[in-house]
């Protein structure tokens, strides 16, 4: 593995594969993987790779990295949506303008759709021209939590790169490698479920026990009445701001930043906007991910089978059937799967314990 890579946490076979491609890369690359894994990080240390005069081969960052770090290389072009949610055809068209001129600096141009997902019909059908005939010189990669997130023509035309989720094991061991207490880089790792961006962002927060914990206190305390579920719904969301605290203080310097240098912009604050609402979005899939495996380990301790949260009793692991854990925990993962479709989380999570306690 080049420097460059180096403090990547996992994904060893992705930065391989991509080390491979820097001297001769694809026009295209899709990079497909759930949120918080580490797309975009990557991303970005590709870019640097494919735009640096030694492939990103050195021990200290170059001009090239760090200017590609801070997004200010002239040969590097971020697309972000447009507000907090669509990246539009205006914004298509214009990328698709740029990628005919020549590069300022190297021989290479790199467009960097983090959000390629957020793409609106109309912005994909203006991108598909380029991609089916791209300049010889340019270079997109484009990132998305699934496939199915765009047109089927667009994803063809791409070099699909799979991210899966990091072993635990590996995830801990990183975390400890960057000053992480052991306690602490275990309890983050199993808040943050082989997602190393969402350990990172949790790593320093003390809050992360507390917060597996509300998670995995709720079987004991679901209830049928819809009004006890609203509540128990409102407590765990509540439970989402203090994880938080280490984003909002980024979020905050990055302010203060920009209005040293003449004033934070929307597209600053909206691309924080999208950013808050992705952590949370991981966090609560993180907590329905916990809760679900408190009812596989219900149903395969009562069948002798090995456990994955240890440190729960086996008397509260027995307080339902073993038929009532697995039909529950297929429950909450299909909330996972409501929560990904755009459903407002309260009311999500609200029907869902209601349902759990029935």
Known sequence: MTPLFGDVIGHGRVTDLLERDVAHPGQAYLFVGPGGVGKATVARLFAAALLCPSGGDHETPCSTCRRVSIGSHPDLTSIEPAGTTMLTVDQARATVAQSRLSPVEGDRKVFLLAEAGAMSEGAANALLKTLEEPSASTVFILAVEAEEELPSTIASRCRTVQFGRVDQGELVAGLIERGIEPAQAEQVAMIAAGRPGLALTLATRPEAAAYRETWMGVPGRVSPVPGHAFLLAEEVLDALDPMLGALEQRHADELAEAEDHGGAGKALKDRQARERKRAEQSLVISGLEMLASWYA??????????????????????????????SSAERVLGAVVALRSNQRRKLVLAELFADLGA
């Open 297 to 326: 380990d219900s149903a395969a301790a009562q069948f002798g089978g090995e456990v994955r949260n240890r440190d729960i009793p086996v008397h509260d692991l027995a307080m339902i059937t073993a038929a009532r854990a697995v």
